[in-house]
């Protein structure tokens, strides 16, 4: 199992050097900037109290250098270059996730609501920035977009493993004839997922990311998958995978639950042996790698979980 982490870990790290150098290639934040920075928006009429833009923060961007669109979001420029808005939640190192939780459905379509609040986010901040440079305070737009690449990235690595899982199960079931094609096909049509001639449906999904249910819709079995190799978080991926199986098993005591983790630290082994709501753990990276590995879970889960006839 070391050797299969190591191996995945730099393919992994490698992939996502990759991955950051393009994003940085890609971003738009000088052409952002510079369009915020254009002499055209200085026309604008700025009422400082409606837009909630701070004495100090206006005195700070002045100190800066900085023209007043360039730092503050006005209604106008939004309209008119609607993209600047992630310039300016950036800036403000405001993730969207969290523009979009404060942002009250009601006022998403209202462009000053928006504007008053990434100016109340850049009022407060601009002061504390007073001594900065210029280019540092535009460098924290790389900063929060580079959290969020990180999130994206992080999200890419589940998604990757639990999709090469599916096409390792859809697969097998499809080369041992054990597929029903005609009501996969009926099925794909609403959701991922394939049918057995048993009448047994496969379904692919992220909580749990497996789940298996009888012709009669009994829950016969549910898989999580946690394709992540970094170790600093296995503990967490443990307790989102608990979650997961005791809800399963609420529905279904008799319901087969198996743990599939890329990574397993000594403190999450000595948790599992205690922890009942976890009937198996297979290696994750041993099963996509190593075919012997491979044909064990799989005989494993048809055979004695699904009940099919291999």
């Keep these: 199992m070391a050797d299969h982490i190591q191996t995945e870990l730099a393919t992994r790290y490698l992939s996502r050097a990759g991955f950051f150098w393009k994003r940085v290639r890609d971003a738009r934040f000088g052409e952002w900037q510079k369009t915020a920075r254009d002499a055209s928006w200085q026309n604008l009429t700025w009422d400082w109290e409606a837009l909630r833009i701070g004495d100090a923060a206006r005195q700070a961007a002045q100190a800066l250098g900085f023209v007043p669109s360039e730092v503050f979001a006005h209604p106008e420029v939004i309209n008119v270059k609607p993209e600047l808005v992630d310039y300016y939640r950036l800036l403000a190192c405001l993730p969207n996730k969290g523009l979009g939780q404060l942002r009250p459905a009601a006022a998403r379509k209202d462009p000053l609501a928006l504007c008053r609040l990434l100016n109340d986010f850049l009022s407060a901040l601009l002061p504390v920035a007073a001594r900065a440079s210029r280019e540092s305070l535009l460098n924290t737009i790389f900063a929060e977009a580079g959290t969020e690449w990180q999130g994206t990235w992080v999200n890419s690595i589940g998604l990757q493993a639990s999709q090469a899982l599916e096409q390792v199960l859809a697969g097998f079931a499809a080369q041992r004839g054990l597929m029903d094609l005609a009501a996969t096909a009926r099925l794909t049509q609403k959701q991922s997922g394939f049918v057995l001639k048993s009448g047994t449906g496969v379904l692919f999904g992220s909580e749990p990311d497996v789940e298996c249910r009888s012709g009669s819709g009994e829950l016969m079995c549910v898989i999580?998958?946690?394709?992540?190799?970094?170790?600093?978080?296995?503990?967490?991926?443990?307790?989102?995978?608990?979650?997961?199986?005791?809800?399963?098993?609420?529905?279904?005591?008799?319901?087969?639950?198996?743990?599939?983790?890329?990574?397993?630290?000594?403190?999450?082994?000595?948790?599992?042996?205690?922890?009942?709501?976890?009937?198996?753990?297979?290696?994750?990276?041993?099963?996509?790698?190593?075919?012997?590995?491979?044909?064990?879970?799989?005989?494993?889960?048809?055979?004695?979980?699904?009940?099919?006839?291999?």
């Design 224 to 310: 999580e998958i946690k394709g992540s190799a970094d170790k600093a978080g296995a503990q967490t991926r443990l307790g989102e995978t608990k979650k997961s199986f005791s809800k399963a098993k609420l529905e279904n005591p008799h319901c087969h639950t198996i743990f599939l983790p890329s990574v397993l630290t000594p403190a999450v082994r000595n948790q599992l042996k205690t922890e009942r709501d976890i009937d198996q753990v297979f290696d994750l990276l041993a099963i996509l790698n190593d075919e012997v590995e491979r044909n064990k879970f799989l005989e494993e889960f048809f055979k004695f979980r699904l009940r099919e006839k291999l």
